[in-house]
C-alpha cells in the first residue's frame, strides 16, 4: 500500500511541476502591453544634451586641477541656489541656461559616485517639487553637469544639494 502510495504522490506531483511549467511558458510567451513612449517619455523633456564646454568653463576646471592635489578618499558638497550662485559647499558653479549648471571640483570626479537632489539653501520649507539629473560634464574630468526641470519635465531654476563621493 505504502509503494501505491509513493507512486500516486510522485506522479501528481511530476504532473502539477508540468503544468506549472507549461503555464509559465504560455504566460511568457504572451506578448506584453507596452506603455506609449509619451508615457514613458514626455515630449515636454526635449534633448539631453550636454551644452558646449565654454573656454571659461576649461580654464576654470584646469586651474582648479592645479590648485589641487590628488585625494584618496574624499566626499565633496556643494549646495547651489536657484539663480546658479553657490550657498555653501567646495567647488565653482557655472550656470549655462534655464535649468543647466555646471559644478567645477578641484580633483577628478569621473570615477565618483554623483548624487544630487532638489533642495533650498536656507532651513525654511520644502522645496519645490520637480526633476534633477546629473552626469560627469563632458571634457571635463572635475565638473559634474546638473539639470533641474518641473515635475512636467520643461527646464527651470531650482535650487539643489549636490554630492560627490570619491572612495
Known sequence: MSTSFR???????????????????????????LAPQE???PAARGTNAQPPVTAESARTAKAALKANSTLVASTTIVVVNSNG?????TGTVIKYGTGQYE????????????VATIGRA???????AGEISVAPRLSTPNAVFV?????????????FHLVVHLA
Do not use: E, M, Y
Request: net charge positive; charged share 10%; with cysteine.
Open 39 to 41: 508615457a514613458v517619455q
Open 7 to 33: 507512486r500516486k504522490v510522485a506522479a501528481v506531483t511530476f504532473a502539477v511541476l508540468g503544468l506549472s511549467l507549461a503555464g509559465g511558458g504560455i504566460a511568457i510567451a504572451q506578448p506584453q502591453a
Open 85 to 89: 550662485t553657490k550657498a555653501r559647499g
Open 122 to 128: 536656507d532651513a525654511c520649507c520644502i522645496p519645490p
Open 147 to 159: 539639470q533641474t526641470r518641473t515635475s512636467a519635465g520643461t527646464p527651470t531654476d531650482l535650487g
Open 103 to 114: 559644478v567645477i571640483f578641484g580633483h577628478n570626479v569621473t570615477a565618483g559616485v554623483i
